[in-house]
């Protein structure tokens, strides 16, 4: 078999994931770049079911394979047991099996390495870790700022990614420390000030207007008053997801969205048909149906 890549065409995607931001807070605070996404697209809650642990692990490998828990098996923050090897990541599977070049930049070790039962992002065409020099916001701030700035390297490089996964933990850091306070709120700002970063360079690129783009943020989970998460709080449980793209008309109302369809519409937005061997749980976002007058 050749080792070629295939066309790719015009489709592109980015997908940011933002560690562990309360969706109750984004109302009160400066998220432009979000906001931006939302506006071209939808920004819509997310319930963890009640199969899947409130925690990382767990959301993020939903997030990125497109199955339950019961299929990937990664049921905590160590993700020894997994089946990554039959359900891989997005990234992953889009380089393995249709050529394509991916990237996945960040910096929480079983995401990205050989530790605690990881990698979940197993082969991408690229990965790049950017681990913190010590657990605390202060290291995992710049961290985050590093993995930006490698991010947008890659995405403005000669390179020409087709697909890539952008992992941002500080925020989730933050309230594990100091709770959902002033800093809390900060660092959820200050990551989107990356997230604008990102776009920025998203559009900067030579080949942008030939390009068509979609943008996929998402947390994982959301965290008690105080910090923390894990149980089944409605705070905890609580997610969301914000995108745009061609396939997604601007102020839409989507249906229902759910942490399995992230890779789902992942494939969708770069026109690829799922093999029903790979047994996805997620399909792609969609308009909400249109309800139907009833008769007189």
Known sequence: MSSSLWPAGPRRVLVVGIDGVRLD?????????????????????????????????????????????????????????????????????LARTHRRRTFAVGGWDPLFLAREGGPLFAAPGRLSYVGPLEDTPEAWEVCDERTTAEAVALLTGEDDQQAGFVYLGAVDETAHFLGCGEEYRRAIETADARLG???????????????????????????????????????????????????????????????????????????????????????PFAPAPVPQPTGA
């Not at 809650?45 to 299929?71: L, Q, R, Y």
């Not at 793209?245 to 399995?260: A, F, Q, Y």
């Open 25 to 93: 807070l984004l109302d009160q605070l400066a998220t432009p770049a979000l906001d931006e996404v939302a506006a071209a697209g939808f920004l819509a809650p997310v319930e963890v079911d009640e199969a899947t642990p409130t925690m990382s692990g767990p959301c993020w490998a939903t997030i990125v394979t497109g199955v339950t828990v019961a299929k990937h098996g990664v049921f905590g923050n160590h993700f020894g047991g997994n089946r990554l090897d039959v359900f891989p990541d997005f990234t992953t599977r």
């Open 197 to 283: 970063r990102l776009l920025a360079a998203v559009r900067s690129r030579p080949g942008y207007p030939d390009e068509e783009w979609t943008v996929i943020v998402v947390t994982d989970h959301g965290h008690v008053d105080q910090g923390g998460h894990g149980g089944r709080s409605t705070l905890e449980r609580t997610a969301w997801v914000a995108a745009c793209g061609p396939d997604l008309p601007p102020g839409v109302p989507v249906r229902p969205v759910r942490h399995v369809d992230v890779a789902a519409h992942v494939y969708q937005a770069l026109q690829i048909v799922p093999d029903p061997h790979w047994t996805l749980d997620g399909r």
